[in-house]
Nanobody, 124 residues
Framework: QVQLVESGGGLVQAGGSLRLSCAASGRTFSSYTMGWFRQAPGQEREFVGTISRSGGNTYYADSVKGRFTVSRDDAKMTAYLEMNSLKPEDTAVYYC?????????????????WGQGTQVTVSS
């Protein structure tokens, strides 16, 4: 079992950058695939990116590809989402999630644990 806590959200101007952190508690963090999702008001939860257990494979939604980077530091039991060239449409609550079953996945149903979310607001 793992517990996740996101941090690093806030208000940023368009074109700016933010780095979100997902701190995990548990003794098996390295065994989990990590994913990032986001949800804007009135919208469905949207896949952002994922990183495999080994850290050697990443996958991103087309909407963020080339701008966002997912990484992990198993020694620190932390996953990261680096967001660059932010756009107003990136405004959402961002969630990290952990999957014990998937190597990497865009499917939220394959993620067993979720953080509480952190708000990211991008102004124009």
């Amino acid at each position: 079992q793992v517990q996740l806590v996101e941090s690093g959200g806030g208000l940023v101007q368009a074109g700016g950058s933010l780095r979100l952190s997902c701190a995990a508690s548990g003794r098996t963090f390295s065994s989990y695939t990590m994913g990032w999702f986001r949800q804007a008001p009135g919208q469905e939860r949207e896949f952002v990116g994922t990183i495999s257990r080994s850290g050697g494979n990443t996958y991103y939604a087309d909407s963020v590809k080339g701008r966002f980077t997912v990484s992990r530091d198993d020694a620190k039991m932390t996953a990261y989402l680096e967001m660059n060239s932010l756009k107003p449409e990136d405004t959402a609550v961002y969630y990290c999630a952990a999957s014990a079953s998937a190597f990497y996945s865009w499917d939220p149903y394959q993620y067993n644990y979720w953080g509480q979310g952190t708000q990211v607001t991008v102004s124009s």
